[in-house]
């Protein structure tokens, strides 16, 4: 007859000690939970703060730089009208300058009519006196043939 031995792997025996710990184990992981918990609840706090700060930040960093590039279109867009501004004063100068050199030969014309306007004026007051005389002859005519 052969004998086998078959061995099943031995158990821990169970005595009061053991339970003891187990139960221990057991309070000591209950309290620890509630601190776990009490804990977790206050880093789960201080990370919602923290990604909300985050957030935050990055969004008035958003809106800074927007603001920053909207002053800096605004400063393109004043430099641009500046420039339109220069462009258009200097056409307006050159302008000028022509009316002016336009106004200097009529200025040279006119002083060289004056003598002729002068004369001109002469013969309009001969003229109105001659008339004034023709009427006074034409009523001393009528005076006479009446």
Known sequence: ????????????????????????????????????????????????VSRA????????????????????????????MNIVTKDRYSELAGVAQELMQEVGKLRTTYSDFEPY????????QQAETISNIAAELDEYTKSLGG
């Open 53 to 80: 700060s985050q957030e935050m930040f990055r969004k008035v960093a958003d809106y800074i730089r927007a603001e920053m590039l909207a002053t800096g279109e605004d400063y393109k867009l004043l430099e641009n």
């Open 117 to 124: 306007l002068e004369r001109i004026d002469e013969i309009s």
């Open 1 to 48: 007859m052969s004998t086998s031995t078959h061995t099943n792997p031995p158990t821990p025996p169970t005595t009061t000690s053991s339970r003891a710990q187990s139960l221990h184990s057991s309070v000591s992981q209950q309290s620890n939970q509630t601190f776990s918990a009490a804990d977790a609840a206050r880093h789960l706090s201080q990370e919602h």
